[in-house]
């Protein structure tokens, strides 16, 4: 199926010449039929010559219902302009235009009306000047009479080639279906209609739709029930798990898992330096206010805009290369086009951030493509590059390096191992042990976006291990820094009195250990140190399970406690800690019980 936008101003026969081309009727609603002009969005469809069938979206062309006309031609490829030959081009002509160029729809014909009523030369003549400079330059026009059918054929006609040379989408491709109709029918429930883009929709499919999971339970292409359906298609849905009052125009339903959702991004937009901070942007079906900020522009080229960066008032599944449109709704101004270039950038942070980005973004193609995201990047997550619209190939090109669920450039994959070396063997930790960093210290010092890269890498680099959070070479003992060993010392000295008296914050600090300091010695296995930054002696919990053992089992927290002569701060990590070592386990919500062995009498209980 082939799905043709129609586009014009009002009273110049767009519903009659539908009419006229498919034998229905596109202005559906009564209210429509009663004023003589669509105010929402009609469908027809018909077959044509070769055998083709093209559904036509009907848009309105009066100025007041621009939101809808916007709905109708976010998602469709193609568009048959009208204009009466009798009036020429008109405003609503001018503004449907400037929509189909800021959207890029390049593919048309020119269906010139009225022709009964005045020559069709003049028009011809003024449209072909008019679209010269837009992006549907150079499509044909027939010139035809919805009144007395004249033309028709012809139309018909070069339908037909305009169809033939549309591209044929994915019908693999991710759903992302745009709403612009919700209604309910008596003994169905909830109905939606739009334009299937790409991909497919199968009967009993289950489909997001903002977080929620709906099931399509009827599915209907051009009037008549079906199976399944594939873009492009004018589709209708019966959707079971959503009341009608829970969806709108606007709304969009996604394959399940396979889009993120998109409030900040950057574009490149053609409508000038002069845009206004706030705007709406429309994309598919959707309105949704915007702020905007500028980002360059680089080069010092004042009247050069490469780049904006959109902040949405609500989140949108967007890819690398969808087009926009940018509204100025105070003036009711179509404004421009814009293209995504970034559904999820970077923070801005630091002066002069915004221009270095401009920079960046100043050869972006406008297509996903994943050297170049990978070269912006620098290393990005798979599933963020898949919900981007962006490719992985298998086999992996030599410019990507995988680590684990990421994807790196294979420059900085290698500046990461370089770097790796140079950490580890000149102590990125300021010496503390002569064999050994902190994992997480280590991290922030290569520039890792994520921690989880670190296994991948000491696994890649082989020489280096990480035991204990600490990143050392391969069969290389940890020996703590003198002085760190004597502050060790001193506080070993303290807990042996007192085994489970853990030092608070400032006595640690008063011996000159920090977390660098306890990490390493906790590497070293001389401490070990428990959540909430509890430190103990590594024959603690030995000592906790005697003295835990002469309670009356089970044993409550207070308990428990008092028999570790300790505070809360230290018994709540310490009986974790046995829990996960399998020492004790938890009876009920608040008893817990020492684990006895095979070999161990059973333990006394609370009755004796």
Request: hydrophobic fraction near 50%; charged fraction near 20%.
């Given at each position: 199926m082939y799905v043709i936008a129609t586009a014009g101003h009002v009273d110049h026969g767009k519903s009659t010449l539908v009419r006229a081309l498919t034998g229905m009727e596109p202005d559906r609603w009564a209210e429509e039929r009663r004023r003589g002009m669509t105010i929402d969005l009609g469908f027809a469809w018909t077959r044509l010559p070769s055998g083709?069938?093209?559904?036509?979206?009907?848009?309105?062309?009066?100025?007041?219902?621009?939101?809808?006309?916007?709905?109708?031609?976010?998602?469709?490829?193609?568009?048959?302009?009208?204009?009466?030959?009798?009036?020429?081009?008109?405003?609503?002509?001018?503004?449907?235009?400037?929509?189909?160029?800021?959207?890029?729809?390049?593919?048309?014909?020119?269906?010139?009306?009225?022709?009964?009523?005045?020559?069709?030369?003049?028009?011809?003549?003024?449209?072909?000047?008019?679209?010269?400079?837009?992006?549907?330059?150079?499509?044909?026009?027939?010139?035809?009479?919805?009144?007395?059918?004249?033309?028709?054929?012809?139309?018909?006609?070069?339908?037909?080639?305009?169809?033939?040379?549309?591209?044929d989408p994915d019908p693999r491709a991710r759903v992302r279906f745009w709403l612009d109709r919700c209604f309910t029918i008596r003994g169905s429930g909830t109905v939606v209609t739009g334009t299937l883009a790409a991909g497919t929709i199968r009967l009993g499919d289950t489909l997001e739709l903002r977080g929620r999971s709906v099931t399509v339970?009827?599915?209907?292409?051009?009037?008549?029930?079906?199976?399944?359906?594939?873009?492009?298609?004018?589709?209708?849905?019966?959707?079971?798990?959503?009341?009608?009052?829970?969806?709108?125009?606007?709304?969009?339903?996604?394959?399940?898992?396979?889009?993120?959702?998109?409030?900040?991004?950057?574009?490149?937009?053609?409508?000038?330096?002069?845009l206004p901070t706030r705007l709406v942007v429309h994309v598919g079906s959707a309105a949704v206010p915007a702020t905007v900020r500028p980002l360059g522009p680089p080069g010092g080229d004042a009247q050069r805009v490469p780049a904006v960066r959109l902040r949405l008032a609500a989140?949108?599944?967007?890819?690398?290369?969808?087009?926009?449109?940018?509204?100025?709704?105070?003036?009711?101004?179509?404004?421009?086009?814009?293209?995504?270039?970034?559904?999820?950038?970077?923070?801005?942070?630091?002066?002069?951030?915004?221009?270095?980005?401009?920079?960046?973004?100043?050869?972006?193609?406008?297509?996903?493509?994943?050297?170049?995201?990978?070269?912006?990047?620098?290393?990005?997550?798979?599933?963020?590059?898949?919900?981007?619209?962006?490719?992985?190939?298998?086999?992996?090109?030599?410019?990507?390096?995988?680590?684990?669920?990421?994807?790196?450039?294979?420059?900085?994959?290698?500046?990461?191992?370089?770097?790796?070396?140079?950490?580890?063997?000149?102590?990125?930790?300021?010496?503390?042990?002569?064999?050994?960093?902190?994992?997480?210290?280590?991290?922030?010092?290569?520039?890792?976006?994520?921690?989880?890269?670190?296994?991948?890498?000491?696994?890649?680099?082989?020489?280096?291990?990480?035991?204990?959070?600490?990143?050392?070479?391969?069969?290389t003992p940890v020996v703590l820094r003198a002085d760190v060993a004597t502050a060790v010392a001193q506080l070993a000295e303290t807990l042996r009195r007192r085994p489970f008296q853990a030092p608070e914050q400032p006595q640690l600090e008063a011996l000159g250990l920090g977390a660098r300091e306890l990490g390493a010695a906790a590497a070293a296995g001389t401490i070990l140190r428990l959540p909430g930054n509890v430190v103990l002696l590594p024959d603690a919990p030995g000592i906790a399970v005697g003295r835990l053992r002469d309670l009356p089992q089970p044993f409550t927290m207070s308990s428990a406690r008092q028999a570790l002569d300790t505070t809360r701060r230290v018994a709540v990590p310490l009986l974790e800690y046995l829990d996960t070592t399998r020492a004790t386990e938890r009876v009920d919500g608040t008893l817990r019980r020492v684990r006895v062995s095979e070999t161990e009498a059973p333990a006394r209980t609370a009755s004796g």
């Open positions: 083709r069938q093209v559904a036509f979206v009907d848009v309105p062309g009066h100025e007041r219902f621009a939101t809808n006309m916007l709905a109708g031609v976010g998602s469709v490829p193609a568009v048959m302009l009208v204009i009466a030959a009798d009036e020429g081009w008109a405003a609503q002509t001018e503004d449907h235009i400037r929509a189909l160029h800021a959207l890029g729809v390049s593919h048309g014909v020119v269906a010139v009306t009225r022709t009964d009523l005045a020559e069709p030369g003049p028009a011809v003549a003024e449209a072909t000047q008019r679209l010269a400079a837009t992006s549907l330059a150079g499509i044909p026009a027939v010139a035809v009479s919805g009144a007395t059918g004249a033309g028709i054929a012809g139309l018909r006609t070069a339908l037909d080639q305009l169809a033939a040379g549309l591209a339970r009827g599915l209907q292409c051009l009037g008549a029930p079906a199976a399944q359906a594939s873009g492009t298609a004018r589709v209708a849905l019966n959707l079971r798990g959503v009341a009608r009052d829970d969806v709108h125009r606007g709304d969009v339903l996604l394959s399940p898992a396979a889009w993120g959702r998109s409030s900040v991004l950057d574009v490149r937009t053609a409508a000038g330096v002069d989140a949108l599944p967007l890819q690398v290369g969808d087009r926009l449109l940018l509204r100025d709704p105070g003036r009711r101004l179509v404004l421009g086009g814009a293209m995504v270039l970034d559904p999820a950038p970077p923070a801005l942070r630091g002066r002069g951030a915004a221009r270095l980005r401009a920079a960046d973004l100043l050869d972006h193609p406008g297509t996903p493509d994943l050297e170049g995201e990978l070269s912006r990047r620098g290393a990005a997550a798979a599933t963020l590059l898949a919900e981007i619209g962006v490719a992985v190939p298998d086999p992996l090109p030599s410019f990507a390096v995988a680590a684990g669920r990421w994807l790196v450039a294979a420059g900085l994959w290698s500046r990461w191992l370089d770097g790796l070396a140079v950490a580890v063997d000149g102590g990125a930790d300021g010496g503390l042990t002569d064999a050994g960093v902190d994992a997480a210290d280590l991290a922030r010092a290569l520039g890792l976006p994520d921690l989880s890269l670190l296994a991948p890498l000491l696994a890649a680099a082989r020489r280096f291990e990480e035991t204990g959070g600490r990143v050392r070479r391969r069969g």
